[in-house]
């Protein structure tokens, strides 16, 4: 129930969309429920059971208040009319009654239809930005350990499915629940020892459907993982399929594929078949009661046993008849809903988690970069038994350049993760112009730097918003920042040049020209800090030149953090530090290091240059 209530706050305010579908359903089903108890005036005048005795009762009281129920205005207007008109006239005004009746029905059941339709959608768009916003918000650490079709499957299936439940769920409790009610009311009205006699069968289904959704829950989430599996399948399969074709591995892929789609058909077979026992179930239940009642009052009734008219046990049998369905439509609502309560339950996990970075309550907002970044005794570990940094400590001043080296695996990313903030530091401080990274806004902090990686991050969207990405630049700005970056030629050969789509992560262009765009945009954004993570190491002699070229544009008179695989590449950088096993062991320019015997620059050159 909480999770319900939780998914239904998404659609505030809440109140303004679930009372109009509240009343509406209420006024159809008391109408629904109207048009049957019509049933035994009608009856009563075609079987020619009208007393004339009590239709004399009914005129003789005062015309009933505006306040009154239908009952007391229909069977006082009924007298007159059959007073006036007799029979015939009587059946007329039933039969235009019942009409009306029917018609005012279906009126409130669209307009409650119409207000559940807009309540979903609303909720449902609250619910998929909510999913969305929170994971724009997270750390980059929980992207490392969730797969992304997890993420795609939750904020797309998952919301979907939480649609289906709870549109089910909300007739289930409003519309039928009225309904039920509103049958049961008008079978006591006629006879009481029947429909005492009839309940019964109510807390024994009840006792069997929740059987059921017990077992039908464990089914449920069993299945929304299987999906969320398979959408991440999908996701890897499709994003690497040059990968899979390289190495022939399709036959490798499809089997991966079976094995989880097959786990998916099971567990929704298995959920599918308890779910369409609970209807079959109800509905037999509901016809064995109204045989037995059938049996049971009309035995009474043909012995003279019984206060019930035959007009009233036929209506009596007509309204219970239809008390089977809106039981087995509750049944079926509540059983059906745990799929959607398991995706819920999954959306609402993604919702409630919290970053692990994020700003402090009174978090520094930062002005320009004035003086240095300052690594103090950083130590970092992803495993509580794993560390990665130990104990590292450098200044990197405004305008000057640092390059980090050393072999994969040594720790060279995770500092320059840190600087913007992507971690924080297990032990230690980082601090820029002497404040902690920890005590500034991320966006601020962010905002003062640009991050040119080793693969192109682009967007399959056109090459000039590529290069705006999430800043308001003109036309003359974009194009001046390709120049610099060394990718204006190629953009404009391009068949619609800078509107040209560059495909699923910018698929057709080179290498070279992605890392370009890449540029161009870090130029654009004009940050006074530079992160470079191996920005040229995955490209041929040609594009290198002219990406470090482009590179060497943007550094001017910033401050940079390079990671190198190329020593050549950072030869000039003010300081070089030398990364291994997560601790800096060299530190100095490029000549110095080189006549460091036995240094571990020395020989990351020496092998470099064979």
Not at 58 to 70: D, E, R, T
Not at 182 to 210: H, N, Q, R, W
Not at 271 to 295: D, H, K, Q, T, Y
Not at 531 to 538: F, Q, R, V
């Amino acid at each position: 129930m909480q999770t319900y209530y939780r998914l239904l706050s998404f659609a505030r305010p809440l109140g303004r969309f679930l009372t109009p579908f509240v009343l509406t359903s209420l006024v159809a089903s008391v109408f629904g429920v109207l048009n049957f108890t019509l049933l035994i005036p009608l009856l009563s005048i075609l079987f020619d059971k009208v007393d004339p005795a009590q239709m004399q009762r009914f005129l003789s009281q005062p015309a009933p208040a505006l306040s009154a129920g239908p009952v007391e205005f229909f069977r006082y207007y009924f007298a007159q009319v059959f007073q006036q008109y007799g029979k015939a006239g009587a059946l007329q005004f039933v039969c235009v009654v019942i009409v009306l009746s029917v018609l005012l029905s279906n009126v409130f059941k669209y307009l409650s239809v119409r207000q559940l339709e807009s309540f979903k959608a609303r909720m449902v768009a609250s619910l998929r930005e909510a999913v969305f916003t929170k994971a724009l918000n997270l750390h980059l650490g929980f992207f490392s350990n969730e797969r992304k079709g997890n993420l795609i499957s939750r904020t797309t299936t998952d919301v979907q499915e939480v649609e289906n439940s709870i549109a089910n769920t909300l007739s289930a409790a409003s519309k039928e629940v009225f309904l039920l009610i509103g049958y049961i009311i008008a079978l006591l009205s006629i006879s009481v020892k029947l429909t005492l006699f009839a309940i019964v069968v109510i807390p024994i289904s009840g006792l069997f459907i929740a059987t059921l959704v017990r077992r039908m829950k464990r089914d449920a989430q069993d299945g929304q993982q299987r999906l969320s599996s398979l959408v991440s399948l999908l996701d890897e399969t499709f994003g690497g399929m040059r990968v899979v074709k390289g190495f022939v591995a399709e036959g490798f892929m499809l089997e991966k594929f079976r094995v989880e789609n097959e786990g998916y058909r099971r567990a929704i077979r298995s959920l599918a078949n308890r779910r369409e026992l609970a209807s079959p179930f109800s509905e037999v239940m509901g016809v064995a009661v109204v045989a037995g009642i059938l049996f049971y009052g009309g035995s009474l009734v043909l012995s003279g046993q019984s206060d019930l008219t035959a007009a009233e046990f036929i209506a009596y049998i007509a309204i219970f008849s239809q008390v089977t369905r809106p039981a087995k439509d509750i049944s079926n609502a509540f059983s059906g809903s745990q799929r959607g309560l398991a995706s819920g339950q999954r959306v609402l996990e993604l919702i409630d988690t919290e970053p692990l970075v994020r700003d402090k309550p009174n978090a520094v907002t930062l002005g320009g970069f004035q003086d240095r970044i300052s690594v103090r005794n950083v130590s970092f570990f992803y495993q509580a038994d794993t560390p990665v940094l130990r104990n590292l400590s450098f200044d990197l001043k405004k305008g000057k350049t640092i390059a980090l080296v050393g072999a994969s695996g040594g720790g060279k990313s995770t500092i320059a993760d840190l600087i913007p903030r992507f971690y924080d530091p297990t032990a230690g401080e980082i601090l820029i112009d002497g404040v902690d990274l920890r005590d500034c806004t991320l966006a601020s902090l962010r905002g003062q730097m640009g991050i040119v990686t080793q693969e192109s991050i682009l967007f399959n969207d056109t090459i000039f918003n590529n290069i705006a990405f999430g800043t308001p630049a003109s036309e003359a700005d974009v194009i001046e920042a390709a120049r610099i970056a060394n990718a204006h030629d190629f953009i404009m050969a391009q068949p619609q040049g800078y509107q040209t789509v560059i495909g699923d992560r910018g698929g057709k262009l080179s290498g070279g020209q992605r890392q370009r765009i890449s540029i161009a945009r870090a130029i654009l954004k004009n940050p006074p800090i530079l992160i470079l993570d191996e920005a040229t190491s995955a490209l041929d002699t040609e594009s290198e030149k002219l990406v470090q070229e482009a590179l060497t544009r943007l550094m001017a008179n910033r401050t940079t953090l390079v990671i190198a695989h190329r020593l050549s590449t950072i030869q000039h950088a003010d300081e070089i530090l030398v990364v291994n096993q997560g601790r800096i062991v060299e530190r100095g320019r490029h000549n110095e290091l080189l006549l460091l015997d036995e240094g571990f620059y020395r020989k990351l050159s020496t092998m470099q240059s064979v």
